[in-house]
């Protein structure tokens, strides 16, 4: 049992949900404290709760608990057992959260001598050894040495895992940023061409078997490649270099986790399975408690309401978790076409053109994210244009003055000139963080189709003012939202009703039973 909560937790680490992760490794803790406990087992579950604190980021914490291990270790298991190994591995990881890349590498070479001295010289636990060193080389300026260190690597893990483990995908995107690092940024891209069709195809095969809640968070977990594939495809752009494989990168990274959970509520209204329509069923009774749990008050449960919440979770997910299960034979039928940027220019209508807002990291400034803009047009031989916005915190505290100045207190005033003065101040310095790059290249168009991310998603663009003292919507051109580029792909034609739907005389203002929460306690 101890070693299946070890095992579940990584899984749940790895969709980003730590604090299941967690909670899985203290009870594998308090079971193996209950009896006499593997120690290597007890070894590694402390490893894993230091990689647990690096995660939710106290690097602290992570070295704290690490020292526990070995110090627990020490007594147990001979310094020449492989578990040394992957002590180094983490311990190595930790030291380069604490920026100490020297140290790190020199954990990382301790963990390969120990491996060698075994006869372990080309597994995977040696080809993560390596992967961490390389970054650890990188970090102290030394790329050839991390390019060396990262092919090995490469060689090793292919054969062993596969090109879509998350491991090699990790070694792909080490090798983009090494070529990053030397202004090599055609090979940056080619590498992060690669390593985002493996994350793809990776996440398109993970996400199937997911709760819709961890779905949505592992595929939030944006690849670090991805972030320099952006940066290497601006200064290739500034060259005259091609941008497309970038642009068909993130076109499919945003419609992946759309069109899982499109196809999943599809099957779900469809299928006849009677397993499937009483799972439903239950899933929507523990979704309408938990909604209703958040409006009482957490005091009738006597210290217990976070422990209720925490079980109608658990209870949601493995309900969406039993149907995935049911539906998943059934999935192949509703799968969409892949999207590019030359499928979505031919679903631009003429005159169309289309902004396509994303973020991503500066990979030279890892705490700096930043807006990105896509412009393109209806004609796939047009060229794509990539706009950097700049920092996307300078941009969202706009968005929030905006916000702040379209409410009652704010925009309902004694006199009216004075709240629309206040409005169009912030309103126009918005516009020129989010629309004055992009317009010079719209100046064709008589539609444009808006894709926003992150805070973009809560702005009115259509409202902003411009500098004749009108706004967007009066000047045009015609302004339209999508969710996703895939929005204007036509799958299959929908099928059309006949007759008429009549209600008659329903009963609005009939209330409900009131919410008894000791019916949650039982």
Known sequence: ????????????????????????????????????????????????????????????????????????AEEAIAHSDLVWGAFYYYRGTI??????????????????QLRAEQGYSEDFDTAELLV???????????????????????????PLSGTRHPAYIEILDTIELAHWRRDQFEQAAAAGKEAAAASHRLMRATIGGLPERQALRFAGRRLSGDDVAVASALQLQTEGGDTRGTVDMLLRSRSLVFDEMVSRSRLL??????????????????????????????AGFNGRYADQI?????????LESDITEIVASHKDSTIRSVIDSAIFAEALPPGGMSVSYFTYTDPDMTDSDHYL???????????????????????????????????????????????????????????????????????????????PDGMLGLVSFAALPTPGGSYLVEEGPTLHYLTTERDLLQDSPAGTGSGLLAIGHPSFDRRRRSFDPAGLQD
């Open 373 to 451: 803009a896509v412009v393109q047009a209806n004609n796939d031989s047009n060229p794509i244009h990539l706009i950097d916005l700049g920092p996307s915190a300078e941009i969202e505290n706009t968005i929030e003055e905006w916000r702040d100045s379209l409410l009652p207190q704010n925009a309902i005033l004694p006199d009216d000139d004075e709240a629309e003065r206040l409005y169009r101040k912030v309103g126009s310095r918005l516009r020129e963080q989010i629309w004055d790059p992009v317009a010079p290249f719209l100046s064709a168009a008589d539609l444009v189709f808006i894709v």
């Open 1 to 72: 049992v101890p070693r299946t909560l070890n095992n579940q937790s990584n899984t749940h680490r790895k969709s980003g949900d730590l604090e299941k992760d967690r909670r899985y490794l203290e009870e594998s803790v308090a079971q193996q404290m209950s009896h006499d406990g593997d120690p290597h087992l007890a070894f590694r579950t402390g490893m894993n709760l230091a990689m647990t604190a690096l995660e939710t980021g106290s690097a602290e914490e992570g070295r704290e608990r690490s020292e526990q291990a070995r110090h627990a």
């Open 95 to 112: 030291q380069r959260q604490l920026n100490n890349s020297v140290a790190a590498a020199r954990d990382y070479r301790r963990g390969l």
């Open 132 to 158: 961490g060193l390389a970054v650890s080389e990188m970090e102290s300026g030394k790329t050839s040495e991390a390019l060396e260190h990262l092919g090995k690597a490469a060689v090793m893990m292919a």
């Open 269 to 298: 209204r469809e299928l006849p399975d009677l397993a499937r329509i009483q799972k439903t069923g239950e899933l929507r009774t523990a979704k309408e408690a938990l909604a209703q749990l958040f409006l009482v008050d957490p």
């Open 310 to 318: 925490r079980t109608l979770t658990d209870r949601i997910e493995n």
